[in-house]
């Protein structure tokens, strides 16, 4: 069965830049593209699943029900820019310490249809000993905890660097809230690509970056 890129319209302005969206998409990787209105099914081929995000007062409002068994799920903010006019960079947000395959590969085969960099995000946090230093933590504790998860994220992307040869990567490991970490890069991204647990609804981080991103946003469920 053919397997086709899915784009869901109520006739909004958020809706029609997500048709226009998916079938940019649809065109990079060559599969046909199928147009529902609400509230139609998603097709059971569906490749991937393209909504449009309402913004109200600036902010954006999330589409009422995200489909549970699609997956990814492409978010796209209202006036999120022309196809020409945003850059083509695709940023993926991982846990190096639960990394999500599913996410992964997506970005890694996104990065490569678009013949460019994927930028591999590993928000970390200082870890609860930190808390008993009485004043700032010693820069060599901290310098031996960010090479430690500078390792895991290596570890991590190193089955899909051999997969993915040709797709040239950065890593990027910033003691940030994962949040504030992917919106400091969305702004500069054609995509950017987060992991959501199946039956785990989309969890903080994703619903801020949601909240407040420009930029279209895979959500792959694993």
């Known amino acids: 069965m053919e397997q086709v890129i899915v784009a869901r319209?109520?006739?909004s302005t958020s809706s029609r830049d997500a048709v226009e969206w998916a079938s940019r998409e649809a065109l990079l990787r060559g599969l046909p593209l199928?147009?529902?209105?609400d509230p139609q099914p998603d097709p059971a081929e569906a490749k991937l699943v393209v909504l449009g995000m309402h913004r109200a007062a600036s902010r954006p409002s999330l589409p009422a029900s995200v489909p549970?068994?699609?997956?990814?799920?492409?978010?796209?903010p209202e006036n999120s820019g022309r196809p020409f006019t945003r850059p083509s960079g695709v940023v993926l947000g991982l846990d190096a310490h639960d990394p999500a395959s599913a996410a992964i590969d997506f970005a890694f085969d996104s990065a490569r249809l678009r013949g460019t960099?994927?930028?591999?995000?590993?928000?970390?946090r200082l870890p609860p000993s930190a808390a008993e230093f009485p004043f700032a933590v010693p820069e060599q504790d901290r310098a031996t905890w960010e090479d430690h998860e500078v390792q895991l994220l290596a570890d991590a992307l190193r089955p899909w660097r051999s997969k993915y040869p040709d797709v040239p990567v950065l890593e990027d490991v910033v003691l940030l809230p994962p949040a504030e970490a992917l919106l400091?890069?969305?702004?500069?991204?054609a995509l950017v690509v987060v992991g959501a647990r199946a039956g785990g609804g989309r969890g903080d981080v994703t619903?801020?970056?949601?909240r407040d991103t420009t930029c279209p946003v895979a959500v792959v469920r694993w």
């Open 68 to 76: 549970v068994s699609i997956t990814p799920v492409v978010l796209v």
């Open 184 to 189: 400091n890069h969305s702004a500069n991204a």
């Open 207 to 210: 619903t801020a970056l949601l």
């Open 117 to 124: 960099r994927l930028h591999v995000v590993h928000a970390w």
């Open 9 to 11: 319209t109520d006739r």
């Open 34 to 37: 199928c147009v529902l209105h």
